[in-house]
T-cell receptor
Framework: DGGITQSPKYLFRKEGQNVTLSCEQN?????MYWYRQDPGQGLRLIYYSQIVNDFQKGDIAEGYSVSREKKESFPLTVTSAQKNPTAFYLCAGGGGPLNTGELFFGEGSRLTVL | QQQVKQSPQSLIVQKGGISIINCAYENTAFDYFPWYQQFPGKGPALLIA?????SEKKEGRFTISFNKSAKQFSLHIMDSQPGDSATYFC???????????FGTGTRLTIIP
C-alpha cells in the first residue's frame, strides 16, 4: 500500500485543545498541500510546501501551523486559535520526477470539536 | 474572492442521460483545468484534465469542453451510470505550479 496516508481518519477534540493531523507520502512528491473541505465551499487551501524546510500560507492559514522537516511528512496542527475547526481535512502531494500537474489526495481526516 | 465558480451545486440525472457541470474562471494566468471526482468519505481523485491549447478532450464517457475566450469549461458525462454518483470539483492552476484553486463542487446523483 502506498500513496498519501493520513491519520487519524476520525478525531474528536475539546475546545481549547491543539490537535495534529498526520500526512505521510511515499510517492517522492516535491510539493505537499493541506486543504480544508466544508459543505458547499469546496476545497480551500490552508498551507503548502514545495520543498523541505519551507512552506507558504494558503487562503485560510489562520489558526493552523505546519512543518516540513522531511520530504515524506507534512503534519498539520489545528490550534485553539482556529475559530471553527470542525471540518474534513485533506492532504495532497504533487510534483517530482513525473510532474503532470496532478495532485494526489489522501483519504482525509474528519475533525470534530465537541 | 472566488476565482473558480462552479454550477450547479447539485444535479440529478437519469441513468443513460448526459450530466453537464459548468465552471468559469477569472484569472487568465490559469493554464491547467482538471476535474476531480470524490466519493463519500474519500479524497478526490483526478478524473480528466485539459490545457488551453485544445478546445475539447475526451476520455471514455467523460469529456471536457473548454472555451478560452469565455473563460469557461465544462464536464460532460455521457451515458451516466449510478456508479458516477459522486461529488465533482473543477479546478485551475497556473503554469508550473500544482497549487489548485477549486470550485465549490457539484453533487451528482444518477437515478435508475
Amino acid at each position: 500500500d502506498g500513496g498519501i496516508t493520513q491519520s487519524p481518519k476520525y478525531l474528536f477534540r475539546k475546545e481549547g485543545q491543539n490537535v495534529t493531523l498526520s500526512c505521510e507520502q511515499n510517492l517522492n512528491h516535491d510539493a505537499m498541500y493541506w486543504y480544508r473541505q466544508d459543505p458547499g465551499q469546496g476545497l480551500r487551501l490552508i498551507y503548502y510546501s514545495q520543498i523541505v524546510n519551507d512552506f507558504q500560507k494558503g487562503d485560510i492559514a489562520e489558526g493552523y501551523s505546519v512543518s516540513r522537516e522531511k520530504k515524506e511528512s507534512f503534519p498539520l496542527t489545528v490550534t485553539s486559535a482556529q475559530k471553527n475547526p470542525t471540518a474534513f481535512y485533506l492532504c495532497a502531494g504533487g510534483g517530482g520526477p513525473l510532474n503532470t500537474g496532478e495532485l494526489f489526495f489522501g483519504e482525509g481526516s474528519r475533525l470534530t470539536v465537541l | 474572492q472566488q476565482q473558480v465558480k462552479q454550477s450547479p451545486q447539485s444535479l440529478i440525472v437519469q441513468k443513460g442521460g448526459i450530466s453537464i457541470i459548468n465552471c468559469a474562471y477569472e484569472n487568465t494566468a490559469f493554464d491547467y483545468f482538471p476535474w476531480y471526482q470524490q466519493f463519500p468519505g474519500k479524497g478526490p481523485a483526478l478524473l480528466i484534465a485539459i490545457r488551453p491549447d485544445v478546445s475539447e478532450k475526451k476520455e471514455g464517457r467523460f469529456t471536457i469542453s473548454f472555451n478560452k475566450s469565455a473563460k469557461q469549461f465544462s464536464l460532460h458525462i455521457m451515458d451516466s451510470q449510478p456508479g458516477d454518483s459522486a461529488t465533482y470539483f473543477c479546478a485551475a492552476s497556473k503554469r508550473g505550479n500544482e497549487k489548485l484553486t477549486f470550485g465549490t463542487g457539484t453533487r451528482l446523483t444518477i437515478i435508475p
